[in-house]
């Protein structure tokens, strides 16, 4: 299965939700005030945000008038290139070894498992990859990640259970910079965002990475559970104003009907999305496209 099909695939209760939708609206073969308002309804129904929904649709407006248009196909490849425009809007990342990725997040939106699918893309790529098992405050997090790091044949570092996590990062720089690896992939504690200590912990990892290896690119990317939908805003806005955040990988993208959100969130806090996970196995996880995703979505 090629990368399209398998985006394609993930979205399919998005996909089928939009689609049957839209085409009702078009069914009824109208263009003009009314049928604008059902295709803001269609697509806040899909999870876009309201504001974002708003320029999206007017913008599709404007240029429909002044084109004088009332064919269905133009209309759509309007609708999905406003899609892509706002899709691709923040910034893409280009990631340059050495690479140090610290995949932060909640509790149980999928971080060992998408770590361990990185690990194994990088490997793939002729990258040589570490694992720092940094989550030492929930049981068994580093063993969970050894059997992940042992899939995709990766060395891992790792301390005991309820030890600190910066100073597991601080072994990881060091074995990192000692073995030239090119990317070290940083594990932690899934945590609420509302816990003050916790976050702090993880401010506290940032600085180690930048005063210990200051050389290194440094990316920090939080993972998502798309099934959150909108909820996700408030847990990207403060790991953002906590770490600055330069990246999203989806993961759960095939248990929601309201893929759409991750349309509105990139665009409006402009963090950009870089990987999606495309199942359960080490193999399923992708680059972000924003052109596959928007075909994926008719």
């Keep these: 299965m090629g990368i399209f099909s398998k985006l394609k695939a993930v979205l399919t209760k998005t996909r089928d939700g939009l689609s049957k939708k839209l085409n009702e609206l078009f069914a009824k073969n109208k263009l003009g005030e009314e049928f604008y308002e059902e295709l803001e309804d269609i697509l806040i129904s899909a999870d876009v945000s309201v504001k974002t929904t708003m320029e999206i649709v007017d913008e599709i407006r404007e240029t429909a008038i002044k084109e004088k248009c009332k064919d269905k196909e133009y209309v759509i490849d309007l609708l999905k290139n406003e899609l892509f425009e706002t899709l691709d809007y923040a910034d893409k990342i280009e990631f340059k070894s050495p690479a140090i990725i610290m995949v932060v997040g909640v509790n149980g939106v999928g971080k060992t498992t998408t770590i361990g699918k990185l690990a194994n893309k990088f490997v793939k790529e002729k990258k040589k990859v570490t694992i720092a098992a940094a989550d030492t405050f929930r049981a068994a997090a580093a063993d969970q990640l050894s059997v992940w790091a042992d899939r995709a044949k990766v060395r891992i570092i790792k301390h005991s259970e309820g030890a600190d996590a910066s100073a597991v990062v601080f072994d990881a720089i060091d074995s990192a910079k000692a073995q030239k690896t090119d990317v070290l992939i940083i594990d932690t504690a899934g945590r609420l965002h509302v816990k ?21 690119n440094f990316y920090k990317l939080i993972a998502l559970d798309a099934t959150t939908g909108q909820n996700a805003y408030n847990q990207v806005e403060v790991f953002n104003e906590a770490v600055g955040l330069d990246g999203i990988i989806l993961t759960k993208l095939d248990g929601t009907a309201k893929g759409g959100f991750i349309i509105s969130l990139s665009y409006e806090l402009e963090v950009p999305v870089c990987f999606v996970g495309t199942g359960e196995k080490i193999d399923d996880i992708e680059d972000f496209d924003a052109k596959d995703f928007v075909e994926g979505l008719f």
Excluded at 203 to 215: G, H, L, N, Q, S
Aim: a neutral charge.
């Design 196 to 216: 003050a200590n916790l976050m702090e912990e993880l401010k506290k990892m940032d600085r180690v990475v930048k005063r210990e290896y200051p050389d290194a």
